[in-house]
């Protein structure tokens, strides 16, 4: 099929870019139990330095490391967001502090504009499942990071739409593991990316 | 045997009573051979005032390079109509105007224009001119984004005029499909181009996005629907009493296998389509359904070397597109430079050209008729071929007539005299 969905992580040329190799696997489950969505079985590694980047209208890209976008990264950055593209970042570090957050948001106020706080009510929280804000993970106040629960996600926005959403929840440490693990858990904590993905998909 | 001076006697008597009797018959029966008065394209205004006046058996003929302007046109027609025999030759060139708003948010007027082939054309406005051109086929077609006034067009010295209506008064638009990229680009383009989209995706059994109230779909509320794949069969009776009430559609990718009553073809396999060196598909081109066996109706619009790409068809009193692709976005996403704005300019020119438009009432036209040839023919007949006025013959002079009464019978009664008889 060439109209499925493929969950594309994004690979650049700073930091660790596969901070979380599970995270893929779960978010595909997630979506193929929630959603009538035709999606790829496999996700799609994809540098942000190659054009084909652009095939992938939403990226997920996480990390702990100094972020720093090469001239191509940048360009395909900003030709993404302008084209409609949805670039969710997640800080690994959940740390405010950190250096990742520092220099990841710095990085996207120099490609594409400064990041904003997103309203509670946006839209984002009610394309499926119904939250009243990001959703709190296990790992905020894990002692690790800035030991604080983030009260919103801070995003870029194009014509109304999200083009670069950050959040410092670390989603990249509450939702990798593999999907089959998923039936321990009293409550599925890969609700909000059903959200994230079908907010990408429709909006 | 009567002699030579008898048989003159005779014709002369015969003559004389043949003349009267002429004369009496015209008297009871309308002659064909009225007095002409005649005029050309320059002058016919200026003789109009003369010929109100003139007898109502007066022939007014009009020898034509251009129609005159519509209000002569209309006092020659109240002329024929109060027994004046109006009629009229030349060849003045057939030119029509007509202009329409663009079915689109960004407005603009369509201004087509008929005349004979290679006539130069030049079309203005109030404010300036808008364009010129050569015809080279049936007509041509402008577009500008604004129009002030009446827009004018002169052909020679044949001038024609119309005034546009203010814009189309369009409805939202209404994308139905599976969630998926293709229907969120093409919403995003044509929102981003001022559309209004109602988005209507299919996520989840019984879970579907979309805008406020319940979909209705009918010519009050929507101007175009687009289909991005089989899903729209849940509407298919809905969208065909849509359709015909004047409603467009446009059936993308496979969906046009759940609407074969509407669609313009059958849909073929799935192929990969040849990127043209022009195409600012580049990285973005993928694969395409052919239009297969067009249906009765059916148009094709857009060839590629792989099949037909894009057909249309009118169903009842709407209209409905066939577009192969199924996977515009790439193009969008993933094209050449300049790729984000064709796409959204692509997929506009779609829904622009089925949308559903109430018909708006027209406004007075203050910049003359809009087919003056037409509307001639229609007040004073055809054209009248000038080899026959040129046979008519200019009425005689009854006075003269009784003249020649008068010395004929004198003739014959003085040679009769003269030979002595009464």
New interface residues.
């Given amino acids: 099929m060439t109209t499925e969905f493929v969950f594309a992580t994004a690979q650049y040329d700073s930091g660790d870019w596969d901070s979380a190799p599970l995270l893929p696997a779960n978010i595909i489950d997630t979506i193929a139990r929630y959603t009538e969505i035709t999606v790829a079985p496999t996700g799609a590694i994809v540098p942000l330095g190659d054009d084909r980047m652009l095939r992938y209208p939403l990226i997920y890209m996480t990390g702990h490391l100094p972020v720093r976008f090469s001239d191509a990264e940048r360009r395909n950055v900003k030709r993404f967001v302008e084209r409609g593209g949805l670039l969710f970042i997640d800080d690994h570090n959940h740390d405010v502090d950190g250096t990742f957050h520092k220099t990841a948001t710095e990085e996207i106020a120099r490609t594409v504009a400064p990041l904003a706080e997103l309203p509670n009510n946006h839209p984002l929280y009610s394309a499926f499942f119904k939250f009243d804000g990001p959703p709190t993970t296990a790992h905020e106040l894990n002692g690790w990071g800035d030991n604080l629960v983030h009260k919103h996600l801070m995003a870029v926005e194009r014509n109304g739409r999200i083009g670069v959403l950050y959040s410092s929840k670390d989603y990249s440490s509450e939702w990798n593991y593999h999907p089959d693990s998923k039936r321990f858990l009293s409550v599925d904590n890969t609700k909000f990316a059903v959200n994230l993905v079908v907010y990408a998909l429709t909006a | 045997m009567p002699s030579l001076r008898s048989r003159l006697e005779m014709w002369c008597r015969v003559a004389a009573f043949g003349v009267l009797g002429w004369l009496l018959g015209g008297s009871f029966f309308t002659s064909s051979n009225r007095r002409i008065e005649r005029a050309n394209t320059q002058n016919v205004a200026a003789h109009l005032e003369s010929w109100t006046r003139a007898p109502s058996t007066t022939t007014l003929h009009l020898d034509l390079t251009a129609v005159p302007e519509t209000w002569v046109v209309d006092w020659l027609a109240a002329l024929r109509h109060s027994n004046h025999l109006v009629n009229w030759s030349g060849s003045p060139p057939a030119v029509a105007l007509v202009t329409e708003p663009v079915s689109d948010p960004e407005g603009g007027v369509r201004i087509d224009i008929a005349a004979p082939t290679g006539a130069d054309v030049v079309v203005r406005d109030e404010g300036s001119l808008i364009d010129s051109a050569r015809i080279s086929a049936l007509g041509a077609t402008m577009l500008t984004p604004i129009a002030i006034g009446n827009v004018t067009a002169t052909v020679g010295s044949q001038r024609v005029g119309a005034t546009p209506i203010d814009s189309a008064r369009l409805k939202s638009v209404v994308v139905i499909g599976?969630?998926?990229?293709?229907?969120?680009?093409i919403a995003?383009a044509l929102?981003?181009r001022g559309w209004a989209v109602t988005?209507h995706?299919?996520?989840?059994?019984n879970?579907d996005?979309t805008q406020g109230a319940p979909l209705i779909i009918d010519t009050a509320r929507v101007s175009a629907v687009i289909a991005i794949?089989t899903s729209i069969r849940s509407h298919a009776a809905e969208l065909e009493r849509f359709v015909r009430s004047g409603g467009g559609l446009i059936l993308a990718?496979p969906s046009a296998q759940s609407l074969r009553a509407l669609a313009p073809g059958s849909v073929g396999a799935?192929t990969r389509p040849t990127v043209h060196p022009a195409d600012t598909m580049r990285?973005g081109t993928?694969?395409f359904y052919p239009v297969m066996s067009l249906n009765s109706g059916g148009v094709p619009l857009d060839r590629r070397s792989d099949g037909v790409v894009l057909a249309a068809r009118r169903v009842g009193a709407g209209r409905v597109l066939q577009v192969g692709y199924?996977?515009s976005?790439?193009w969008?996403?993933?094209g050449a430079p300049g790729s984000?704005r064709a796409h959204r300019e692509w997929w506009s020119r779609l829904v622009a050209s089925v949308a559903y438009v109430p018909p708006a009432a027209p406004n007075s036209n203050e910049g003359g008729t809009a087919a003056p040839l037409a509307h001639m023919v229609d007040r004073l007949g055809p054209a009248q071929a000038a080899v026959n006025l040129s046979g008519e013959r200019p009425p005689v002079d009854r006075r003269l007539l009784l003249a020649l009464i008068l010395t004929l019978l004198i003739v014959e009664w003085g040679s009769r005299r003269l030979r002595g008889l009464k």
Avoid: Y
């Fill in positions: 599976d969630a998926g990229w293709e229907g969120k680009f995003s929102e981003e988005p995706f299919s996520v989840a059994p879970v996005v794949d990718g799935r990285l993928t694969g199924d996977d976005w790439r969008r996403m993933a984000e």
